[in-house]
């Protein structure tokens, strides 16, 4: 393990202009006018990256994520602190940034190679390779100004993971593209992973974090507020979330809800597979509210084994106590931990009202002989 | 994830690779090693930039020999003909000349603007930024030495053969040429985030020092007189383009045209008068003396402009 990124009490400050005076005669008549406000977007950030780790950065908009990732790329000059790098990085900014639309997709892919740092031999020998990854071979002579918005981010992805970085640098762009292209992508992040090398993948997104991650850092208005593994961090995320959007909320509907625990009938998470379990849902509530009900279980790798609410009957919280119950009349999971979220959503199920992420972690036993993640219970027999 | 990570190897080991520190303020040193080890991509750029003036025109390459053609052509017409300058064959005088100022005026007029053109760039993708301006002038320096392959298919066609003993001051000339261009590249494109009057401004300026240069005049027949009266000649000389001209113009203009005073039979017996009054009139060694001297102090402002710009460029997310 060696540490690749370090980054020291990174602190942001933009100047935010209210009114802009930027020609000649404007400065000369207004100086001194012209309001200027000073905007701390990153607020002492340290922390660091090692070879072999995949951390995600979440927070939602406006919480200096973005910020972040350009003073690690160097595009952005940190107003104070330092961050060290070590290795090659390439960073996925925003696809095709450096495109020149003029060009043919071939001199493009030599152009953005040089600004990603790369030289023209190296570019040179993974030629082939950017053109097999991005599919677009028949076009790669034409100009790029003819290119879809498809093709051209494609080819900038290509470069961009084919250049053999040792750091590679996403942010949100796994959101353009076909499901096809985006499902190698993912591909491309896995091999990356297990070759070792090291991803700082930026998103708010918190399912994709948990699918690629191995640790997450959490941003919110410029501040550190987490850095953990990927669940203790998405659990710290969703909860300030919550926290802000209270403070938000001028109804008071959300601070009126919260989830307190999950319990069973017998006090344990234990379950054999291919039995049944029952959950109460303990909510407190400070007044009446009717809407619905949401479940999710998902494997410690990230992945969403299952989502269900409580199917157009309405879950009527009383002010006080409550308790909600859920039935799982047969679980087919095979052997692991699969951790359950539970929450309360309006009616319509556009607003959360009330989340607890990982509020119970169940363990399933199971001495079958299938593997993978549930029980289908196959026979195989010949006709 | 956890279990999954001991089963990683090691691809390459980055034990022994050096942290780069990306910082609030860098050095001048580390400023400059950056511009080096980006090389590549500003010959990319550069070579970008080449293909993209002429893409899709029909005679490409060839406008950047036929646009100054042309302007040679006019003033030609204009100076030698009409208006009458007494400058004894012009055509090649005024040649040396616009060789020089195509280098300084395209690069200059070309880098003003560039970093908020290109400031989609400048937000998205780390480099230098300075490079985008020394592409410009990096393609300029392009034209100019296709102008100059020009200018000796000329000088070979009309038989008029350089003074080949001048020839070793043309690359300091051209190296002070260079960095200045370069110095004054880099600082209007970094001041013209902040005023992006500099756009319009820039030409203006232009247009004056083409005139106040030694182009479509000579500095010692029109101006020198006038200015020794009053012991103010070290002015013109402010002017760094000046100097490079003269070197330009002595080292392919002056020698050769004392040489074939047959050519000229209205002057005759006055050729040689003549010349001196059209350039100064110093030996070798003083052009030798003055071209370093300007090389010394132009890489000094080179380094002056990389300075401030490095100041200029802390604040140019909030500008752009």
Redesign the interface.
Known sequence: M?T?I?VEGISKT????HERH????E?LLHPRTGSTEMFNALNDISFSVD????VGLVGHNGSGKSTLLK?????????????????SLA?L??LG??F?P??SGR?NV??YG????F??KMVEGIFDDVVGFSEIENFIDT?VKFYSSGMYVRLAFAVAVNVDP?ILVVDEVLAVGDERFQAKCIDRIRTF?????SILFVTHNADQVRAIC?RAIVLDGGHMIADG??HESLRIFREHLMDSAAEHDRSGLLASISIDSITTPSGSFDVRSGAGMHFDVNITSHGAYSGNFVMEIFTR?GLLVSRSDAKGSPVNLKPGQNCVGIDLAQIPLLDGIYDVNVGVVDPRGNTVIAWREQAASIQVTYDGREGGLVELGAAIHQQ | MSDGSSTRVDRRSLEDDAFRVVSARDSLATRLRNLWNRRELLFSLIRSDIRIKYKNSALGIVWSMLTPSLFLAIYWLVFAKFLKNGIPNFVVYLFAGMVVWNMFNTSLSTATGVIVVRSGLVKKVSFPREILALANVGAATFYFFIQLCVFGLYLLVVQHSPDYAYFWLLPIAFAALYFFTAALAILMSAITVYMRDMEHFILIILQLWFFMSPIVYSYEHSIAPQLHAHGLAWLYFLNPITLIMLTFQRTFYVATYAASTTQTQIVNHHVVPVILKILPSWPMSTYCYLDLALLGIMIVFFLLAEVLFGHLQGNFESEL
Not at chain 1, 14 to 17: G, L, N, S
Not at chain 1, 76 to 87: K, N
Not at chain 1, 114 to 117: C, D, I, Q, S, T
């Open positions: 060696t690749v370090k933009f100047k935010i202009h930027q020609s000649l005669k400065r070879t072999n780790e995949t003073c690690i790329c160097g595009v952005l000059q940190p107003t104070s602190g330092q961050i060290h790098i070590r290795g960073a900014l925003e940034a450096g020149q003029e060009l001199d030599f152009l040089a600004m990603l740092g030289s023209k100009q040792d992973q297990d070759e070792g090398r191995d593994p990927t790798n």
